[in-house]
């Protein structure tokens, strides 16, 4: 059978973006028609995909308006994507305001069948959610959804505590397309960011508060006085000038790289020799999943839904996110001992491949659409 299901998420680089981009495109690539609903064009999502399209949302001004109401456009664009592409589903990220307007789409379209589904990453529950102008509206959001889903236990728990919600919420991970994210010795043989024998450390974010970026350039400082190493920082946010500044305080900047927001993630990440992620928490750490399915070995926070990527000592070490001689002392460690360094970065690609591989995660979620659909979905091929 094939489902006719409407995706929406933000645009930017974010894990949620991330995660909605790829679910979507490998549902499309199973036979599934699937519409994409947002405000700009996902960052991953390019070039022409049989059975996946895009519908932007059109903003107005108005005068009396303090600002554009997007949520209420959205949901008017969801409404109008329903009934021309006669969808089965909403499957939105981020709890407000993508909840919120397919609930309104949901009620627009009655008393024809539209079942919506939350899928809740992280700050939309620990920050956005706990303002007290959205928390009795993302409680609302989440208790009307017909399903809902969290990428991780902790978020799971988190969900529950913070909301007091008896509501089921399945554990659904991220996955990474580990054909795509994979170890390139070609390009570590002939790395273009490395300089000489140089160490490449690897840092990638949306550089909000929550990602501790301050501690990136502490720890990659106290890890230069020991080895030739280099920092490469991918990504773009509201505290990339503040790691700027630290770096130059601290006498590192020249050895610092700020590549920005990349297209081609996976060849960055397989050029690198560690990836380092001191978040104050974590929901998931995609980036994190991404680097041990190049065979990256990473030093990441022990907060959030890390430990349930990264287990200690196998694919990499979890660090408290506010100790930096610790966190040092473990990248220098990876960086210091080749033969360990082999050794997590094999083990941490076996992890990706037999726990967070593309055909486990989304049989996990075609499931769940089955079920609120209550129609068998006949098994397909699929790759990572």
Same mark, same amino acid.
């Given at each position: 059978?094939?489902?006719?299901?409407?995706?929406?998420?933000?645009?930017? !680089?974010?894990?949620?973006?991330i995660?909605? &981009? /790829?679910?979507?495109?490998?549902?499309?690539?199973?036979?599934?028609?699937?519409?994409?609903?947002?405000?700009?064009?996902?960052?991953?999502? !390019?070039?022409?995909?049989?059975?996946l399209?895009?519908?932007? @949302?059109?903003?107005?001004?108005?005068?009396?308006?303090?600002s554009?109401?997007?949520?209420?456009?959205?949901a !008017?664009k969801?409404?109008?994507?329903a009934?021309?592409?006669?969808? %089965?589903? *909403?499957?939105?990220?981020y709890?407000?305001?993508?909840?919120?307007?397919?609930? #309104?789409?949901?009620?627009?379209?009655?008393?024809r069948? #539209?079942?919506?589904? &939350?899928?809740?990453?992280g &700050?939309?529950i620990?920050l956005?959610g706990?303002?007290?102008?959205?928390?009795?509206?993302?409680?609302? $959001?989440?208790?009307?959804?017909?399903?809902? &889903?969290?990428? !991780?236990?902790?978020?799971?728990?988190?969900?529950?505590?913070?909301?007091?919600?008896?509501?089921?919420?399945?554990?659904?991970?991220?996955?990474?397309?580990?054909?795509?994210f994979?170890?390139?010795?070609?390009?570590?043989?002939?790395?273009?960011?490395?300089?000489?024998?140089?160490?490449?450390?690897?840092h990638?974010?949306?550089?909000?508060?929550?990602?501790?970026?301050?501690?990136?350039?502490?720890?990659?400082?106290m890890?230069?006085?020991?080895l030739?190493?280099?920092?490469?920082?991918?990504?773009?946010?509201? /505290?990339l000038?503040?790691?700027?500044?630290?770096?130059?305080?601290?006498?590192?900047?020249?050895?610092? *790289?700020?590549?920005?927001?990349?297209?081609?993630?996976?060849?960055?990440?397989?050029?690198? %020799? @560690?990836?380092?992620?001191?978040s /104050?928490? /974590?929901?998931?750490?995609l @980036?994190?999943?991404?680097?041990?399915?190049c065979?990256?070995?990473? +030093? @990441?926070?022990?907060?959030?839904?890390?430990?349930?990527?990264?287990?200690?000592?196998?694919?990499?070490f979890?660090? %408290?996110?506010?100790?930096?001689?610790?966190?040092?002392?473990? +990248?220098?460690?990876?960086?210091?001992?080749?033969?360990?360094?082999?050794?997590?970065?094999?083990?941490?690609?076996s992890?990706?491949?037999?726990?967070?591989?593309?055909?486990?995660?989304?049989?996990?979620? #075609?499931?769940?659409?089955?079920? #609120?659909?209550?129609?068998?979905?006949?098994?397909? $091929?699929?790759?990572?």
């Open positions: 059978m094939t489902l006719r299901i409407g995706i929406t998420s933000f645009a930017a !680089s974010g894990g949620s973006g995660l909605a &981009t /790829e679910l979507g495109r490998h549902l499309a690539m199973r036979g599934h028609q699937v519409h994409f609903i947002s405000s700009a064009l996902p960052l991953r999502l !390019s070039g022409f995909e049989p059975n399209c895009f519908h932007r @949302v059109e903003m107005t001004t108005y005068t009396p308006f303090p554009a109401p997007y949520s209420l456009a959205l !008017s969801m409404t109008e994507v009934l021309s592409a006669d969808l %089965d589903l *909403l499957h939105v990220h709890a407000i305001p993508h909840a919120a307007s397919a609930y #309104l789409a949901k009620q627009m379209l009655a008393p069948p #539209l079942k919506t589904i &939350t899928t809740l990453h &700050t939309d620990t956005v706990r303002e007290p102008s959205f928390f009795p509206l993302t409680r609302f $959001a989440i208790e009307q959804s017909d399903a809902v &889903t969290a990428v !991780s236990q902790w978020l799971h728990d988190e969900t529950v505590r913070e909301f007091g919600t008896t509501r089921e919420i399945r554990v659904i991970p991220n996955f990474v397309d580990t054909d795509v994979r170890p390139r010795p070609d390009l570590r043989a002939a790395n273009p960011l490395r300089r000489g024998d140089e160490k490449l450390i690897i990638a974010s949306n550089f909000r508060p929550v990602k501790n970026v301050h501690r990136v350039a502490e720890i990659f400082a890890v230069r006085q020991d030739k190493c280099r920092l490469v920082l991918v990504g773009d946010g509201p /505290e000038a503040t790691i700027e500044r630290l770096t130059k305080r601290l006498g590192v900047h020249d050895d610092v *790289l700020f590549l920005g927001v990349q297209e081609e993630m996976e060849e960055v990440m397989a050029m690198a %020799d @560690v990836l380092i992620l001191p /104050e928490h /974590e929901s998931f750490g @980036v994190a999943l991404e680097a041990i399915s065979g990256v070995p990473v +030093v @990441v926070s022990n907060r959030g839904g890390l430990p349930e990527v990264i287990t200690e000592g196998e694919s990499g979890l660090r %408290d996110p506010h100790d930096v001689p610790a966190f040092a002392a473990a +990248v220098t460690r990876i960086l210091s001992e080749p033969e360990l360094a082999a050794r997590m970065g094999e083990t941490g690609r992890i990706s491949r037999e726990r967070f591989c593309i055909r486990c995660v989304i049989t996990d979620y #075609l499931d769940l659409y089955s079920e #609120l659909l209550g129609r068998p979905l006949e098994a397909e $091929a699929g790759g990572g």
